[in-house]
Antibody
Framework: EVQLVESGGGLVQPGRSLKLSCAAS????????MAWVRQAPKKGLEWVAT????????YYPDSVKGRFTISRDNAKSSLYLQMNSLKSEDTATYYC?????????WGQGVMVTVSS | DIVLTQSPATLSVTPGESVSLSCRAS??????IHWYQQKSNESPRLLIK???QSISGIPSRFSGSGSGTDFTLSINRVESEDFSVYYC?????????FGGGTKLELK
């Protein structure tokens, strides 16, 4: 059974940093692209980042480019999202997802609140 | 960026009705559209990929169609467990984008 379990969320002040983690199991992690997708409270879904199987290629929308960094450790079957210079508009639930261009498996999500 | 416009924003139906949800892309995207269901306080779930391809474990009452700019998610005879929000997503080009969602609610 595919499982994706996020951790690392919480309350953080504007301008500070936070790192999210996602532990994957039930599939060969190193064979799949992975992604982060977020959802602001009562809002829709927004793609945040994607990483290739080896980690050599990463992709971001303009809204987070230069502030967020996606990475992975295939030996640990883990995905990460380093978020710097956080803004109030980054407040959202962050989901880890398996990325086959469609997002076929999702974690339960982790809440990030950016507020002073 | 490719903009996906979903309509209607809210659809009120009674169980047993059949419904169609629309997703329109701002430019042609072939069949690179995927549909998700999100129940309240849950993670999204993939329903249909590449416009019409079924997903293992998804009830057969869900189907998709369309190509180019106009896409439809159909639910044949809505059941009570289907009341939730539905999103479309394109993978034709980066950035990946989602539609704003259609809320299917009980009339």
């Amino acid at each position: 059974e595919v499982q994706l379990v996020e951790s690392g969320g919480g309350l953080v002040q504007p301008g500070r940093s936070l790192k999210l983690s996602c532990a994957a199991s039930g599939f060969t992690f190193s064979n799949y692209y992975m992604a982060w997708v977020r959802q602001a409270p009562k809002k829709g879904l927004e793609w945040v980042a994607t990483i290739s199987t080896s980690g050599s290629r990463t992709y971001y929308p303009d809204s987070v480019k230069g502030r967020f960094t996606i990475s992975r450790d295939n030996a640990k079957s883990s995905l990460y999202l380093q978020m710097n210079s956080l803004k109030s508009e980054d407040t959202a639930t962050y989901y880890c997802a398996r990325d086959g261009r469609d997002f076929d498996y999702w974690g339960q999500g982790v809440m990030v609140t950016v507020s002073s | 960026d490719i903009v996906l416009t979903q309509s209607p924003a809210t659809l009120s139906v009674t169980p047993g009705e059949s419904v169609s949800l629309s997703c329109r892309a701002s430019q042609g995207i072939s069949t690179s559209i995927h549909w998700y269901q999100q129940k309240s306080n849950e993670s999204p779930r993939l329903l249909i990929k590449y416009a019409s391809q079924s997903i293992s474990g998804i009830p057969s009452r869900f189907s998709g169609s369309g190509s180019g700019t106009d896409f439809t998610l159909s639910i044949n005879r809505v059941e009570s467990e289907d009341f939730s929000v539905y999103y479309c997503q394109q993978s034709y080009s980066l950035p990946r984008t989602f539609g704003g969602g259609t809320k299917l609610e009980l009339k």
